[in-house]
């Protein structure tokens, strides 16, 4: 108990080290450019310019806080808000048309496989494969195909895939990777655009599902959540303190689930 404790402790030390750095290169960033700005007298198309950078870093800060608020919601017992999704394969495919340009600008494509209906929270799912997607578009190889695989088996689950060829997770990363504020390539941590918390939401929207979250990567990285068809748990308990993170290893080399919490 008093190991668990202190881990939760160390865990919540960590997070809140991670949330000031993350923080700290944005608003840096900006208080310098507006000191630049105001330093002299400026024409109004440069200050313009200005204000719009300041915007687009003042849109991505307020995006970080959105993920880390939804994140704390779903710590504290939030759970998703199930109704008919009569074709999944329908859903991801709309998340793929609004990944289209991405998809485009990387050389990738995208195809859907399979298909099941259950009940579950389209907007999550939504938001679900939109960071899947971002991830597989981001590391996949140009010229290569991304799989979104729907396989729902006899239990009443189903394992939302989705696949690209590209890098693979080193293995010593993978467990570590739907962690908040993870990065496996250290180079780019504490980068402008990506926070690491992508796979955290991924996560926590299986976990409000009552599911769970994989990762494989071998010849190809395949990462995914894991659903039950239609919410068989009782009523979310309310958490006391911060949870802990299960992460256990699962069958063969490189491949792991994290546990629901
Ligand atoms: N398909 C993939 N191929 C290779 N590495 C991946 C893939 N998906 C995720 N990763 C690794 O896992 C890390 C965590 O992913 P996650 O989506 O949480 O963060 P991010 O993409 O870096 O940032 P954000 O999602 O906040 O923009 C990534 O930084 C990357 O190192
Ligand atoms: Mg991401």
């Given at each position: 108990?008093?190991?668990?404790l202190?881990g939760?402790?160390?865990?919540l030390?960590g997070?809140?080290a991670?949330?000031a750095?993350?923080?700290?290169?944005?608003l840096?960033?900006?208080?310098?450019?507006?000191?630049?700005?105001?330093?002299?007298?400026?024409g109004?198309?440069?200050l313009?310019?200005?204000?719009?950078?300041?915007?687009?870093?003042?849109?991505?800060?307020?995006s970080l806080?959105?993920?880390?608020?939804f994140?704390s919601?779903?710590d504290r017992?939030?759970?998703?808000?199930?109704?008919?999704?009569?074709?999944l394969?329908?859903?991801a495919?709309?998340?793929?048309?609004?990944?289209?340009?991405?998809?485009?600008?990387?050389g990738?494509?995208?195809?859907?496989?399979?298909?099941?209906?259950?009940?579950?929270d389209?907007a999550?799912?939504?938001?679900?494969?939109?960071?899947?997607?971002?991830?597989?578009?981001?590391?996949?190889?140009?010229g290569t195909?991304?799989d979104?695989d729907?396989?729902?088996?006899?239990?009443?689950?189903?394992?939302?895939s989705?696949?690209?060829s590209?890098?693979?997770?080193p293995a010593?990363?993978?467990?570590?990777?739907f962690?908040?504020?993870?990065?496996?390539?250290?180079?780019?941590?504490?980068?402008?655009?990506?926070?690491g918390?992508?796979?955290?939401?991924?996560?926590?929207?299986a976990?409000?599902?009552?599911?769970t979250?994989?990762?494989?990567?071998r010849s190809?990285?395949s990462?995914?959540?894991?659903?039950?068809?239609?919410?068989l748990?009782p009523?979310a308990?309310?958490?006391?303190?911060?949870?802990?993170?299960?992460v256990?290893?699962?069958?063969?080399?490189?491949?792991?689930?994290?546990?629901?919490?």
């Amino acid at each position: 108990m008093l190991a668990r404790l202190d881990g939760a402790y160390r865990q919540l030390e960590g997070f809140n080290a991670d949330v000031a750095h993350e923080l700290r290169t944005p608003l840096a960033s900006l208080i310098g450019e507006t000191e630049l700005a105001l330093h002299r007298e400026r024409g109004i198309t440069e200050l313009k310019e200005v204000l719009g950078s300041n915007l687009e870093d003042l849109q991505r800060l307020a995006s970080l806080v959105n993920d880390m608020l939804f994140l704390s919601r779903a710590d504290r017992g939030e759970r998703a808000r199930r109704s008919l999704v009569r074709s999944l394969a329908a859903l991801a495919a709309e998340v793929v048309d609004f990944h289209e340009a991405a998809l485009h600008e990387a050389g990738v494509g995208a195809r859907v496989q399979g298909d099941a209906e259950g009940e579950f929270d389209s907007a999550l799912l939504r938001r679900a494969l939109s960071n899947l997607l971002a991830n597989a578009t981001r590391f996949a190889q140009r010229g290569t195909v991304i799989d979104i695989d729907i396989a729902p088996d006899a239990t009443g689950s189903v394992r939302l895939s989705v696949s690209n060829s590209g890098p693979a997770i080193p293995a010593e990363h993978l467990p570590r990777i739907f962690e908040r504020f993870y990065r496996a390539d250290r180079a780019r941590e504490h980068g402008k655009d990506n926070h690491g918390l992508g796979l955290a939401i991924v996560a926590a929207i299986a976990r409000m599902h009552g599911g769970t979250a994989f990762a494989h990567s071998r010849s190809r990285t395949s990462v995914g959540i894991s659903l039950r068809t239609s919410d068989l748990r009782p009523p979310a308990q309310k958490l006391n303190c911060t949870p802990m993170l299960t992460v256990r290893p699962g069958p063969g080399v490189g491949t792991f689930d994290i546990g629901s919490r």
